[in-house]
């Protein structure tokens, strides 16, 4: 069993910079691919990053490219997302995600799911 929770949510200006981060209970943490998803009120969940277990790739939405950065550190099973040049578009809901020796870019991909945390980017 994994449990997943999202920190470092909160309200910044158009522009800014936040870093969230997950940290993940339970063993074996660096074989599981992580995955960050977002929910804007009123659509759907989009994919946002994710970074593999075994080599670190990683992936990204077009709409984050070249803002975002999705990393790990196994050490303290915790996954990041540092998120710059934020824009008021990117105000949603964050969830974590980690898939078991897969890595989550569909949300039933993942094994276990966090409860998220709210960023909200005004202009």
């Known amino acids: 069993q994994v449990q997943l929770v999202e920190s470092g949510g909160g309200l910044v200006q158009a522009g800014g910079s936040l870093r969230l981060s997950c940290a993940a209970s339970g063993r074996r943490f660096s074989s599981y691919g992580m995955g960050w998803f977002r929910q804007a009120p009123g659509k759907e969940r989009d994919f946002v990053a994710a970074i593999g277990w075994n080599f670190g790739i990683t992936t990204y939405a077009d709409s984050v490219k070249g803002r975002f950065t999705v990393s790990r550190d196994n050490s303290k099973n915790t996954v990041y997302l540092q998120m710059n040049s934020l824009k008021p578009e990117d105000t949603a809901v964050y969830y974590c995600?980690?898939?078991?020796?897969?890595?989550?870019?569909?949300?039933?991909?993942?094994?276990?799911w966090g409860q998220g945390t709210q960023v909200i980017v005004s202009s």
């Open positions: 995600l980690a898939g078991n020796r897969k890595v989550p870019r569909e949300w039933t991909e993942a094994d276990y």
